[in-house]
């Protein structure tokens, strides 16, 4: 078998993460994001795919790339958590584990609607308020599962 890839899939807003509201998300960027996953994976020969879109269908088109054989699936639906039906329907197609990030406690925000991902019951796992620090824990997570299910 060839190397395994840990997808990392951000969208739309996220690119402007570090000056979008910084009280809610905090002032770290993307790049710091994936400096902290990169760690994670560090001398463990998982690769990593770290991407951001501000367009849906482009995000259904990697789902379909990390639809067989990924070693995982790291998402932040973002706003897409709402009402990204053909995201939802990618992700169902996914063979691996998917673990649903969020950067905010979805359940504690203001605005009700944000608890109400339609992404959680089709994943994994999901985690959310523990900001950027979620990306590397899911990681982590992943990391320490497939090494349990390989002893
Ligand atoms: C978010 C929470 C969503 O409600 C919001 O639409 C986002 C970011 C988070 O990471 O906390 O864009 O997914």
Redesign the pocket.
């Known amino acids: 078998m060839g190397q395994r890839f840990i997808h990392i899939l951000n969208v739309?807003?996220?690119d402007l993460l570090g000056v979008r509201e910084p009280e809610i998300?905090g002032r770290d960027t993307l790049a710091d994001v994936k400096a902290a996953c990169l760690r994670e994976l560090d001398g463990t020969g998982v690769g990593l795919i770290f991407r951001q879109t501000n367009a849906e269908h482009e995000m259904v088109g990697w789902l379909h790339e990390a639809r067989i054989g990924a070693f995982g699936i790291v998402i932040?639906?973002?706003?897409f958590?709402y009402a990204g039906y053909s995201v939802l329907d990618a992700l169902k197609m996914c063979d691996c584990p998917i673990i649903e990030v969020?950067?905010?406690n979805?359940h504690r925000?203001e605005e009700e609607w944000?608890s109400r991902s339609i992404m959680t019951r089709s994943v994994t796992a999901m985690i959310s308020g523990m900001g950027v620090d979620g990306y590397a824990l899911a990681v982590r997570h992943m990391l320490r599962i497939d090494r349990r299910n390989a002893a």
């Open positions: 739309p807003n996220l998300y932040n639906p973002a706003a958590s969020h950067l905010s979805i925000r944000r």
